[in-house]
């Protein structure tokens, strides 16, 4: 029996000494997984797809597409793209309440909106100025000169956009009620035809529509964004979901963005030509958009979310949206400053 005890001590010894010995083998291979992977696992990116949406085809995303520059920088992580085109704000953000995009170009009114619906988003850049980009235009030939003439008149607007803000806060600024006017919604596709047919005197519409047909002798602005004092700047948004999850692709997707805009900043003559023959036109009216709306990616500022706070209340005012709203919930300029770094 005290044999027997003797060789259990034994063991027991050996074993600790055993684990003792093996203990800072382990420690080193975790020391080693840390200083690789920062102390967790490397994060798989493997099968997911990001949907990207646009406004209009061709111009910088078209582009883009084309050289396919979003696929291969975040074909590298595994991530395929897809892309989806709209017609204007409103139906992009309510994709991304439905899960269906992840990324979009849009105005400062459609955004408002969805915050308003409680549709989970961030503005993640800006991405036009937003001084004269928003305008109302009337026929060439009209005897409209004021925004006080449109009482009575049928102007076209699609609604939510940030060309539907424009409209009512320069309605407020002339005293003017939306009932004293018929305002007739719709999509820039549906009030093309009907602008140019004169089944409406008026629309308030974005760029490019504004100097398409400016420069084409087909209309002339009755008022813009810097006439009126009010901006319309645009924005990139993404889904809060995604951007909680994966950072890492928002910044991405604003990298790629900042590569695109080099190309045309660089290329500039080439990057006219190839609009102008996307849309069928000169040359000098491709730079003449760019006047009014040049495509950029920048930190929101303080002056700028003021702005939309602005047009948030003036909005509640007038109960285009439910309920009243801290715009400033949204911004969140990290994604774009890290971007900018590199």
Known sequence: MKSLRLLTTAFILLAVFISGCAAPNNNKAENEKSENTGGTEAKSFEGLTVNIGYQGSGGLMGKAIEEKWFDEEFGKLGVKVTYAEFQSGPPMTEAIASNRLDFAGLGNMPIIAAQAADIKFKVISQALEGKSNVAIIVPKDSTLQTIEDLKGKKVAVAKGSNAYNFLYRGLEEAGLKASELEIIQLQPDEAQPAFETGKVDAWATWDPNITLNTLQDKAKVLVDGEQLGVLSPSFYIVRKQLADDYPELVTLYLKVWNKALAWENDNWDEAIERYAAERSVPAPVIEAIF???????????????????????FQFEIKTIRKKIDVSEVFDNQYIEEALKS
């Open 291 to 313: 006047t009014r709306s040049k495509t950029i990616s920048i930190p929101v500022t303080e002056e700028i979310i003021a702005e939309q706070q602005k047009t948030a209340d």
